[in-house]
């Protein structure tokens, strides 16, 4: 029931909706506490796929590999369902105005609500100033087109050497 909801609206995939997901499996029904969903959300990341899979995670969490099942069902079939019923009228109106409105409407709210994930894991994460500028700065050179191995690469390298200097914690 948590998972049903945000799956119809996740706009812009799993990222805009971490932010609710994150209140939920925390706030609301304290199934874990914020750095376990940290830790899950790397996981989730990590692991191949889609990084809406951390569903799964939570569900497992909150009640093993039943919870597993019913997080993943519930954040994969009611959007699915969706899709498909709204998938046959959108390839007929590919040129039409109302699926261009619509469109343009649905992007800045797929953005704010990928930012309201990313907002949320910092906080969980009690992300400081480094963090911050890191985020900005890769965002803006992968948006000029740096390869993201090549931005990874150069991040491992810095902090690294923070590390090294005594400048941040291991």
């Keep these: 029931m948590v998972f049903a909801p945000l799956s119809l609206v996740s706009l812009g995939g799993?990222?805009?909706?971490f932010a609710e997901m994150q209140r939920q499996?925390?706030?609301?029904?304290?199934?874990?506490?914020?750095?376990?969903?940290?830790?899950?959300?790397?996981?989730?990341?990590?692991?191949?796929?889609?990084?809406?899979?951390?569903?799964?995670?939570?569900?497992?969490?909150?009640?093993?590999?039943?919870?597993?099942?019913v997080g993943a069902v519930g954040l994969y079939g009611?959007?699915?369902?969706?899709?498909?019923?709204v998938g046959h009228w959108w390839r007929r109106r590919g040129d039409s105005p109302v699926r261009r409105v619509i469109?343009?409407?649905?992007?800045?709210?797929?953005?704010?609500?990928i930012f309201a994930g990313v907002y949320t894991?910092?906080?969980?994460?009690?992300?400081g100033w480094l963090e911050v500028a890191t985020l900005g700065a890769c965002t803006l050179a992968l948006l000029r087109g740096a390869?993201?191995?090549?931005?990874?690469?150069?991040?491992?390298?810095l902090?690294?050497?923070?590390?090294?200097a005594g400048a941040i914690g291991g």
Excluded: K
């Excluded at 940290?38 to 909150?62: E, K, N, T, Y």
């Excluded at 009611?78 to 019923?85: D, G, K, R, V």
């Design 78 to 85: 009611p959007s699915s369902c969706l899709l498909l019923a």
């Design 103 to 113: 469109e343009r409407g649905l992007a800045p709210i797929a953005v704010g609500l």
């Design 121 to 127: 894991l910092l906080q969980a994460d009690g992300a």
């Design 147 to 157: 390869s993201p191995y090549a931005v990874m690469g150069v991040v491992a390298l």
């Design 25 to 69: 499996a925390v706030e609301v029904h304290g199934w874990m506490t914020d750095r376990q969903f940290i830790d899950l959300f790397a996981i989730s990341r990590a692991a191949p796929g889609p990084g809406s899979l951390i569903c799964a995670l939570v569900g497992w969490q909150a009640a093993g590999f039943a919870g597993a099942l």
């Design 159 to 164: 902090y690294a050497g923070l590390q090294q």
């Design 14 to 17: 799993g990222p805009s909706i």
